[in-house]
């Protein structure tokens, strides 16, 4: 059964720091994966996805993730973090034959002024 | 335009008591999904929709929980005899298609329910 593991549940960078977010998935072949954010209240907004093709994904708000399929993994990194990037951040991934999401359990970012 | 909305945005009952919810999906998306938001269990799916089929169940707790989709259109989730570990957030989405996986699931606000 596939799974997301992401490390630290909370991560706290200064404003201007890079934002780094892990995310390590478990699967025998390389899954779709994505990452979404979640605002307080909110329901969850996807930043960016990895299905084919170049393995460094651009997505909103200056994020970006690169799937290195020798690692299993697909982290989030931003250059610069800002106060507005504080939220909760899920990796997920699906397969090629379920429609499904399995989710990790996600980071909160902390950005300290 | 609109996004898939959700309604009520809370919700709180007491043990024992049914309890509907409710998802209006982006227009023309084919797929609906449910998800539960939990403290202690995350984020799990719960089922899906192709149009008013519902090909996968495998995610709901118990019998309790049951969904149903009408027109192609809304989706409503009920819960029959509720008890507290059923509180979480209850997040809906839906997506053009399902066709090979890999399309973006755009998300409701959820309803937060809380069972007393």
């Known amino acids: 059964a596939q799974s997301v593991t992401q490390l630290g549940s909370h991560v706290s960078v200064s404003e201007g720091a890079l934002v780094l977010l892990r995310c390590n998935y478990s699967s025998s072949v390389p899954p779709y994966l994505f990452w979404y954010v979640q605002y307080p209240n909110q329901g969850l907004q996807l930043l960016l996805k990895y299905t084919t093709g170049a393995t460094l994904v651009k997505g909103i708000n200056g994020f970006e993730a690169e799937f290195k399929k020798s690692e299993t993994s697909f982290h989030l990194t931003k250059p610069s973090a800002h106060m507005s990037d504080a939220a909760e951040y899920f990796c997920a991934v699906s397969d090629h034959s379920s429609y499904k999401l399995i989710f990790g359990s996600g980071t909160r970012l902390l950005v300290r002024p | 335009g609109a996004g898939v909305s959700q309604s009520p945005s809370n919700k709180v009952t007491e043990k024992g008591k049914d309890v509907e919810l409710r998802c209006d999906p982006i227009?023309?998306?084919?797929?609906l999904y449910w998800y539960r938001q939990s403290l202690g269990q995350g984020l799990e799916f719960l089922i899906y929709f192709q149009g008013n089929s519902a090909p996968d169940k495998s995610g709901l707790p118990s019998d309790r929980f049951s969904a149903e989709r009408t027109g192609g259109s809304v989706s409503t989730l009920t819960i029959q005899r509720t008890q507290q570990e059923d509180s979480a957030v209850y997040l809906c989405?839906?997506?053009?298609?399902?066709?090979?996986?890999?399309?973006?699931?755009?998300f409701g606000p959820g309803t937060r329910l809380t069972v007393l």
């Open positions: 227009s023309g998306h084919t797929a």
């Open positions: 989405a839906s997506s053009l298609r399902l066709a090979e996986g890999g399309n973006e699931q755009f």
